[in-house]
């Protein structure tokens, strides 16, 4: 499922993201990477996108994507959900801009990363087994240079990293309600952590 926050929908936006082929990415996707479950993705604003990085990942701004995975320990409270993914459409359309592709790629370049990190790779704490993942589906799927290889990670990948990733931890599921106008969305949970 692909909610889009209604603060986020505006014409442009409607216009510039195409939803059925949004949602038939996600299952391919999710099929080349063996990740099993539902998703469900959130589409929103920088400031909703910063409510949930500070209060998740104790980081006061926006960021391009959140992921928030089921772990082992609760799968028997959701047994059919992979997770949820969280995407600023304003850092996606900034980062659109920047690397001149559509909004429709730079999301499906978002989904990517996040339905990666459902699955259980992470970047900052591997050894370059996500990089390279996400570079071999990139391809698969003709999208343009990922997260990671634009900012520099699959060199960085590639060593250890000594430091901690800075995740927050949840006591058991939580969701976050977000506000949004009259609509109150709860497709975000977090379990254990965030990525």
Known sequence: MILIEPDAA?????????LRELRGFVSRAKTAIGLHGEVSAFLATDGTI??????????????????????AEHLHDAP????????????ARKQAAEHGHTLQIEVK????HGLLHLAGYDHETDKGQMARREKILREQFDLPAGLIQRSGGEK?????????????TATG??????KTGDVKVGAVKARDRVR
């Open 50 to 71: 910063r409510t949930l990085n500070r209060e998740f990942r104790k980081k006061d701004k926006a960021t391009d994507v959140l992921s928030f995975p089921v772990d």
């Open 173 to 178: 599921v939580k969701t976050a309600s977000v």
């Open 109 to 112: 370049i978002l989904l990517l």
């Open 10 to 18: 505006n014409a442009s936006i409607r216009s510039a993201l195409k």
């Open 80 to 91: 059919r959900q992979a997770g949820d993914l969280a995407i600023s459409l304003d850092t």
């Open 156 to 168: 960085k990948a590639a060593r250890p990293i000594a430091k901690k990733s800075a995740r927050a």
